[in-house]
């Protein structure tokens, strides 16, 4: 459905100008963008890219010359990837779909608001809720006593094992898997990596009388808060005895692995790939770089970075900024790896002695 430019500028709580009744329908790049395309021309550095495109309207940066841009009506955006995310949010097309397909299968035990939507070859399970207005993709499997809040959307071929609890306005991404079982096993005698941290390897390790790994089953469940969103494929394990948390507002990745037992707290961030091993607590607003891991069993405080790929082995202070393997400080992993780098050269001198 086409906005104009003045409904858009509205909707951001940003300023429009020139023929600001010029409607759109879609936003695109500014090579790309067509008469009746809002360019996204957000910073200066896409400003020429604006003249190989055919838009008549743009969303442009403080103190651009929109006219001289050629373009006949502008919004300036102070802040350009806020903006962003109020103008795709307006311009997402809706989900497709509405109520009960016939091909779900649902236990007569289940709770269903009226209003909710439900796609084919779903399956929800004995006693579980659905909340009002959540939606619900094809294939997706809902087990037993699972609890979903108002106004989720449960994207294709998600798996939610027993006694889930998601929150209100829960995004789960296709595939993504909550409350399977947590990576917990026990050996009856002490094993090898037992035996590995009892001596920090400094002895060889020898063959265990019984090599034999029994399951510690995963009693719990997982607990998801309001607003969280998971992306494609990843995972969140069931806790042992208590149930696994994903705190308030929490945005996850795809590919990401949250373990067993594992509490994060509000408003974090989970790159891609990244993982956080079984009982380590993570604190509000914490940022975990794509393919960096968490060891288990550590307390990770408030406010802390984590940079992509870092691995961290011991418990990090709030306010932190991390990088590295193992994570160190980052001013320290900088000087660390200014003076690697500098090796090279000063062996060079050393030989000449």
């Not at 020898?206 to 998971?230: C, F, K, M, N, Y």
Request: proline share 5%; glycine share 14%.
């Amino acid at each position: 459905m086409p906005h104009s430019v003045k409904d858009i500028a509205a909707a951001l709580g940003a300023k429009a100008f020139g023929a600001v009744d010029i409607l759109v329908g879609n936003a695109a790049e500014p090579a790309a963008a067509g008469p009746d395309d809002l360019a996204l021309a957000m910073t200066p550095a896409y400003g020429a890219a604006l003249a190989q495109g055919r838009a008549r309207a743009a969303v442009v940066w403080p103190d651009a010359d929109w006219q001289a841009l050629g373009l006949e009506a502008a919004i300036i955006a102070p802040r350009a990837r806020l903006a962003m995310a109020g103008l795709t949010r307006m311009l997402d097309a809706p989900l497709a779909g509405r109520g009960i397909s016939p091909h779900a299968v649902i236990d007569p035990s289940a709770s269903i608001a009226a209003n909710a939507t439900i796609g084919a070859f779903t399956v929800i399970g004995a006693g579980a809720q659905i909340g009002e207005g959540t939606w619900i993709g094809d294939h997706v499997s809902i087990a037993a006593g699972v609890t979903i809040g108002a106004r989720c959307q449960i994207h294709a071929g998600v798996r939610l094992q027993r006694a889930v609890r998601l929150g209100a306005g829960v995004i789960l991404q296709p595939n993504v898997v909550i409350g399977g079982d947590g990576f917990s096993f026990v050996s009856t005698e002490p094993s090898n990596v037992e035996r590995a941290r009892e001596t920090l390897g400094v002895d060889a390790l020898q063959p265990p009388a019984d090599a034999t790994w029994h399951r510690i089953h995963s009693l719990g469940a997982v607990e998801i808060g309001d607003d969280v969103e998971i992306g494609a494929g990843s995972t969140v394990d069931a806790g042992t005895i208590r149930a696994t948390r994903i705190g308030r507002g929490t945005k996850i990745d795809n590919l990401v692995q949250v373990g067993h037992n594992v509490i994060v707290g509000e408003d974090c961030l989970l790159c891609a790939q990244a993982g956080v091993a079984g009982s380590t607590v993570v604190g509000d607003r914490v940022v975990i770089g794509g393919k960096a891991g968490v060891a288990d069993n550590l307390s990770i405080g408030a406010d802390v970075v984590l940079g992509g790929g870092s691995v961290v082995l011991s418990n990090v202070p709030a306010g932190r900024v991390m990088m590295g393997y193992p994570a160190t400080k980052m001013t320290t992993h900088i000087d660390s790896y200014k003076a690697l780098r500098r090796l090279p050269r000063l062996l060079h001198k050393l030989s000449k002695f």
